[in-house]
């Protein structure tokens, strides 16, 4: 929603102009009016950080003194977006970030075989019970509303294992997004290429808020080193108690940067 790119342009010179990319046009809307005051310096486009070569390119960005890249998901497309991202609303299963392009979770669901199911649930959610989930999915397909696969998650796992502090169904909602999407598919192949957009001294910042998408960052700094890169801390850093309270969906968040060096 562009809090970060204003923070940047905010503490930055006045020749420093910023690109920005999202998949999701209603996000780039409330950015932009969010950005508005720093007038041309800002460039807003609707795109992957997939693409980040190609658009940088497109708009003569041959280097870059910093790029960040926000993973996940924002507060507006869980609470308003009426996409299906969330479990608390009754809502069509869409859940791509990009409205007009992709399959739909709905598809996903109804058409992917149930072993295929199982692996997304394990692999993106850590979904201990990811094979009684695609099963109980395959047996009550067709799937049409978050409703449905809420429903679903409820029958296929038993009542005493439903986990305390997290919804049922937040693991399940997680892996189907992140599929539909092929996030750590576009996180994998925008990392290198971010990378190498980078001005010698200058930084790539990752915030991830899953952890196979931290150890992807992670595996990906290391494998940079003997290019002339190095990640500035071995450990990612979190957010402190206060900014938790604050803001309690920036629990899981962890930050990784690499620096190009001379």
Do not use: C
């Not at 009550?140 to 998650?153: I, M, Q, S, W």
């Not at 049922?168 to 599929?179: I, L």
């Not at 925008?190 to 899953?210: E, K, M, N, Q």
């Amino acid at each position: 929603m562009g809090g970060h790119a204003e923070a940047m342009l905010s503490g930055a010179a006045e020749d420093v102009r910023l690109l920005g990319l999202d998949r999701d046009p209603e996000a780039l809307r409330r950015a932009g009016t969010r950005l508005a005051p720093f007038g041309d310096r800002v460039r807003l486009t609707q795109a992957s950080f997939r693409d980040i070569a190609e658009v940088a390119g497109a708009h003569d960005v041959a280097s870059a003194r910093a790029i960040v890249l926000d993973l996940g998901i924002s507060s507006y497309q869980l609470d308003a977006s009426g996409r299906g991202f969330t479990f608390q609303d009754d809502q069509p299963l869409d859940m791509r970030m990009d409205p007009d392009r992709g399959e739909t979770a709905a598809a996903l669901l109804n058409r992917r075989p149930e072993d295929e199911l199982a692996r997304i649930l394990f692999e993106y959610g850590e979904e201990i019970h990811a094979r009684r989930i695609a099963r109980t999915i395959v047996r009550r397909r067709p799937l049409a509303t978050t409703g449905d696969l809420v429903a679903a998650v409820r029958a296929a796992v038993p009542r005493k294992a439903w986990p305390r502090r997290l919804h049922v169904a937040t693991k399940t909602f997680q892996a189907v997004r992140m599929a539909v999407n092929d996030e750590t598919g576009a996180l994998r192949h925008a990392l290198p290429h971010a990378a190498a957009l980078l001005d010698t001294g200058s930084r790539l910042g990752v915030i991830s808020f899953h952890s196979g998408e931290d150890r992807i960052v992670k595996q990906t700094f290391r494998s940079l080193e003997a290019a002339g890169y190095a990640e500035l801390e071995p450990s990612p850093l979190t957010p402190g108690d206060d900014e938790v309270r604050a803001n309690p969906r920036a629990r899981s968040a962890k930050l990784r940067v690499l620096e190009r060096l001379p």
